[in-house]
């Protein structure tokens, strides 16, 4: 099946299968969360669009339509892109992981907790 072949507003409406993740205990938090999810994705396609149509630019001085569809990256220019992403993605994640940071600062090590449960 093609893109063009797929309904992609259908898709977009559609009820997940199971039950939906909860990670707070306010559920707009987590319908917040989903659409900011969603946005970073958007944001991680558009910079990819972006950069096939500067790559193309540059090696071609034009661009269609159908050169950005039919556009494959090359090695380094996958490598690049990859390690675009993984800093964006860092950026963005960066307050999750410093809580993280914060929580193993502050907690007791797991073999700690483990021998306090078993001796009590």
């Known amino acids: 099946m093609s893109g063009d072949d797929i309904d ?16 707070f205990d306010d ?7 989903s659409m900011l999810m969603a ?22 001085g034009s661009v ?3 050169d950005i569809e039919s556009y494959e990256p090359d090695p380094e220019a996958a490598f690049e892109r990859g390690a ?4 964006y993605i860092t950026r963005i994640m960066r307050g999750v ?3 993280l940071e914060a929580m193993k600062e502050s907690e007791p ?8 449960l078993r001796d009590n």
């Open 109 to 116: 090590p797991v073999e700690e907790v483990s021998r306090e």
């Open 39 to 60: 946005l970073v994705g958007e944001v991680a396609v558009l910079r990819e669009r972006t950069d096939t149509i500067e790559r193309l630019l540059e090696k071609n």
């Open 97 to 99: 992981q410093q809580d």
């Open 8 to 23: 992609w507003m259908l898709r977009a409406n559609a009820k997940a299968k199971g039950k939906r993740p909860q990670y």
């Open 27 to 33: 559920p707009s938090l987590d319908r917040m969360l």
């Open 64 to 66: 269609s339509r159908a």
């Open 84 to 87: 675009v992403i993984r800093e």
